[in-house]
Nanobody
Framework: QVQLVESGGGLVQAGGSLRLSCAAS????????MGWFRQAPGKEREFVGA????????EYEDSVQGRFTISRDNAKNTVYLQMNSLKPEDTAVYYC???????????????????????WGQGTQVTVSS
């Protein structure tokens, strides 16, 4: 079992920055790919980005590419989402998720699909004012 707890959300003006953290419990965190998703009111949950177990591979949704950066510190069992140049349309609840692969450290084929992930945090609210 893995438990995920997000933090770092808040209210920020457009153009500002926030860094979200996702702290994970469990000894096998370092073998999991991790994803970030977000859900705005009235919309479906959407993919934001993902990072491989080692941090060597990252993928991003087009609208955040170049503005958001995912990183991880396996020694601290934590994954981060650095968000720069925030826009009002980035307003959403942000969730981190962990993929427990059939083969340890395997990159999830459908890393952009919420159904790929096995564990979820409770989410943290990010609000960007114009």
């Amino acid at each position: 079992q893995v438990q995920l707890v997000e933090s770092g959300g808040g209210l920020v003006q457009a153009g500002g920055s926030l860094r979200l953290s996702c702290a994970a419990s469990g000894r096998t965190f370092s073998s999991y790919a991790m994803g970030w998703f977000r859900q705005a009111p009235g919309k479906e949950r959407e993919f934001v980005g993902a990072i491989s177990w080692s941090g060597g591979r990252t993928e991003y949704e087009d609208s955040v590419q170049g503005r958001f950066t995912i990183s991880r510190d396996n020694a601290k069992n934590t994954v981060y989402l650095q968000m720069n140049s925030l826009k009002p349309e980035d307003t959403a609840v942000y969730y981190c998720a962990a993929d427990s692969p059939t083969i340890a450290t395997m990159w999830p084929t459908f890393y952009y699909e919420a159904d790929e992930y096995d564990y979820w945090g409770q989410g943290t609210q990010v609000t960007v004012s114009s």
